[in-house]
């Protein structure tokens, strides 16, 4: 069973596997308040998640943008501010740490059982 903490209000506001701390409330799996906290975690996360998509492709989308405008010397890089500078270089350092990986890697080939080959092969 889990065990539950309470807010304030009398809601539930965390949920353990077991008691972690003094105070908490062992609760029945079907407890209506405690599907009320899942149900509603799980629509904080859904929204939260699509906005951090969003986040994160727009974050790739401004890199472009400033790479363009200082390829097309619109201006230079030296003209950011100084933590905005460190802020794409570190970004460039990890892009490139995990285009590396992907040439270490590449793609990963498929090894399919040929049905017709039965009993040839080495397993």
Known sequence: ???????????VA????????EGLEEM???HPDLALFLQKTLLDYTVNRHWIESDLSMVRVVEDLVDMLIDRKVFLFMD?????QRKFLQRRGLRAEFAYMDTL?????????NDQDEGTGFL
């Open 14 to 21: 965390a949920v353990f596997h077991q008691p972690v701390e």
């Open 105 to 113: 890697f590449g793609e990963q080939e498929s090894f399919e059982v």
């Open 1 to 11: 069973m889990p065990f539950i903490k309470r807010d304030e209000q009398g809601a």
């Open 80 to 84: 950011l501010p100084e933590p905005v």
């Open 28 to 30: 029945g799996v079907e």
